[in-house]
């Protein structure tokens, strides 16, 4: 079909439910830090243990395309360094890219283990950077890598990067982090393409790859059937200068009060600013005036969210948890009999990894009770208009836009405006399941 590059899924060569013995016979020896120097496949004496190594850069020989497949690898260590594990050998989840004529042109050791007890984490994180003739350099992580300042963040600010790839064995946790909602949120809040494999694999819950453009995404999701999909696109390379936008976004969070800062995916002459509530918003109704609804308390993702429920038509909501507040103006096409709430979080995420998040999040409830809201729900028919914004203590902010059958939708508006980041949407494409800003406080972990 033409493809310059592709993209295989982490876990796609060794599968799971192994040992760190179990899965030894398997591992690869691969030289890390490669110039390119390497071709397996033309040499493939120069190495003891490398078939697979060798298998995958015969596939991007023959095929003339830049390849990029996770496997497992061994390095052996001596006692004398004190992190050499007791059998004597590091063993890593690895990411290998090729290029088109086969050479070995880097390798990515994942530094963000998800309880991968086989693996061991690099002393070091990797900086993995290739570069290919048809869009420029290419930065490589894998699945957890995602959530974390190292190497993702930092990796792409270094190398000022516009492309990732990214093998996944992604377990979807909705309402905040199903595959394909996180993927496509990450390309947009860094203004980058990520060619995302994920395995597919509905019972362990791992399903959602995409193509991603800050703009648009070409996504495969498919919970009831166990065929997995291979994604074909064309697009764009990315020209415009990330850093300067982040830079810029920092300097928004410090001292700007007067200019109204949007990324649109729709034409410039409607953009609209977002207004700081005077006094305290509260919920309009026919009667008149009336403050926002009590706030109750759920579990959503493991973390104790504060929520407020979203009653009637329209109306004005917020709420508040340590310095975060959430704001929501919100006008429905149609009343439908669904419970959505408004929920904050800011805090400490303690369940599976460790790390500080900020989050405002407009959700469809599993039910019609309060304690519904935070469970997983994938379908949803209320069509809402909204604007929701927090005052986000950290620049990092991912903007989560997720509709009826796990499908993706894009905002018409976002960015800075008087040190609040708001998100605004009239008439998503099908009902609403979540929109949200899921901030990440690195600095915080």
Request: net charge negative.
């Amino acid at each position: 079909q033409g493809a310059q590059i592709i993209v295989f899924p982490e876990d796609g060569i060794h599968g799971f439910n192994f040992t760190r013995s179990s899965i030894y016979p398997y591992l690869d020896f691969v030289p890390h830090s490669p110039s390119g120097q390497w071709n397996p496949c033309r040499e493939p004496c120069l190495f003891n243990d490398t078939e697979v190594i060798q298998r995958l850069s015969c596939m991007a020989l023959k095929n003339k395309l830049f390849l990029v497949a996770n496997l497992g690898t061994k390095q052996p260590c001596e006692r004398s360094d004190a992190r050499c594990p007791p059998d004597g050998r590091y063993q890593f989840n690895t990411d290998v890219a090729f290029g088109a004529d086969g050479a070995l042109l880097a390798t990515y050791r994942k530094h963000n283990l998800y309880f991968e007890h086989a693996f061991d984490t690099p002393p070091e994180p990797d900086y993995a950077v290739f570069d290919t003739p048809f869009a420029g350099k290419f930065g490589m992580f894998t699945c957890f890598d995602i959530l974390f300042f190292e190497p993702a963040v930092n990796l792409i600010r270094q190398y000022n990067l516009k492309q990732i790839v990214y093998p996944t064995a992604w377990m979807n946790q909705l309402p905040l982090l199903s595959a394909v909602e996180f993927q496509q949120a990450f390309a947009t809040a860094f203004n980058v393409n990520i060619l995302a494999a994920n395995i597919h694999h509905p019972t362990l819950g791992m399903t959602g790859s995409g193509i991603y453009t800050p703009v648009k995404s070409f996504i495969y999701h498919n919970m009831e059937s166990y065929g997995g999909k291979l994604i074909v696109a064309e697009i764009p390379v990315i020209t415009t200068d990330y850093k300067t936008s982040l830079e810029s976004n920092e300097r928004f969070r410090e001292n700007l009060h007067d200019s109204c800062r949007t990324f649109t995916s729709t034409s410039l002459d409607d953009e609209v600013c977002f207004k700081e509530q005077e006094g305290t918003p509260g919920r309009v109704s026919e009667k008149g005036k009336e403050q926002s609804p009590p706030p109750f308390y759920a579990e959503m993702m493991y973390d104790n969210f504060t929520f407020v429920p979203v009653w009637g038509e329209k109306g004005e909501l917020q709420v508040c948890a340590n310095t975060l507040c959430c704001y929501l103006n919100y006008q429905r096409a149609v009343l439908t009999d669904e419970l959505y709430a408004l929920g904050v979080f800011d805090g400490l995420h303690t369940v599976h990894g460790t790390y500080y998040v900020q989050a405002c999040a407009l959700v469809k409830c599993g039910g019609l009770s309060f304690s519904t809201c935070g469970q997983e729900v994938t379908d949803a028919t209320a069509v809402i208009d909204f604007q929701l914004s927090g005052n986000m203590s950290t620049p990092y902010i991912f903007p989560l836009l997720l509709t009826s059958g796990i499908t993706l939708d894009f905002a018409d508006h976002m960015g800075w405006k008087d040190n609040h980041y708001f998100l605004s949407k009239n008439r998503t494409s099908s009902g609403l399941l979540t929109a949200a800003l899921y901030g990440r406080w690195y600095e915080k972990d």
